[in-house]
């Protein structure tokens, strides 16, 4: 274990980024300072502790800096003692790792390409499309690596549930949004009873975001988007 346990988290409170690593020192036990940050007028101490990216989330560890929610993740798996979130053997944690990286670059992109990114309809519905298809290859892929057990992690919470799992919020909100259900039904119904399952941990409840705030938040940030939009016309 690490020594001296001074912990702080630079994050925001709607960031899956964020949300994650909040979840990892909750499985770990950590008691930390979290200090919101507001990303239209950076702290001096965020831009100094990640003046590569200047994003967050930042997990400062006895005044040491440690950048990206991911390797944040690995970081406090290695350095306190605590329940597992990487499996000991090397192929499952590659696996793993592989599942994180697909989460984060086709999963959070598409719901991200449907909500903001997509400037037209047509690329709004591709959003929506990719959408779908990314949850149908995660349904696949929960049927592999929990192997009959209840996590991405198999009988525990690992890597993969929590990059998941810090998106549940926006998934429902998505889902307000748009009057579709994304996941459930007859082509993931492994997700939806790992969704359930997930979201009746202690470490979740805590730190997802209501679903009402979140979806409030992205209509605002939908009609900042129109405005700025509209007066570059």
């Known amino acids: 274990m690490a020594g001296g346990d001074d912990l702080k988290l630079l994050g925001t409170w709607p960031s899956p980024f964020a949300i994650r690593v909040k979840f990892a020192l909750a499985i770990k036990g950590l008691s930390y300072e979290y200090a919101e940050e507001d990303l239209a007028s950076k702290s001096e101490l965020l831009l100094s502790s990640n003046p590569v990216h200047k994003k967050i989330p930042v997990l400062i560890h006895n005044g040491m800096p440690v950048c990206e929610s991911n390797v944040i993740l690995e970081y406090v798996d290695e350095a306190f003692a605590g329940p597992s979130i990487l499996s000991a053997d090397p192929y499952e944690r590659a696996i793993a790792r592989f599942w994180a990286v697909y989460v984060d670059e086709k999963l959070l992109a598409s ?73 459930g039904g007859d082509k993931t119904p492994l997700l939806a009873a790992w969704m359930a399952r997930f979201s009746e941990l202690d470490a979740v409840k805590a730190a997802l975001p209501d679903v009402d705030k979140v979806v409030e938040f992205a209509k605002m940030r939908q009609a900042r988007m129109a405005a700025a939009a509209a007066s570059n016309n």
């Open 111 to 183: 719901w991200a390409t449907m909500l903001f990114r997509g400037k037209t309809e047509e690329e709004k519905s591709d959003g929506k499309k990719a959408l779908f298809a990314a949850l149908e290859t995660l349904e696949e892929a929960l049927a592999k690596c929990s192997d009959g057990k209840g996590f991405f992690g198999g009988a525990s919470v690992g890597l993969v549930d929590l990059a998941l799992g810090s998106q549940l919020s926006w998934l429902k909100a998505a889902e307000v949004m748009s009057g579709e259900k994304f996941i």
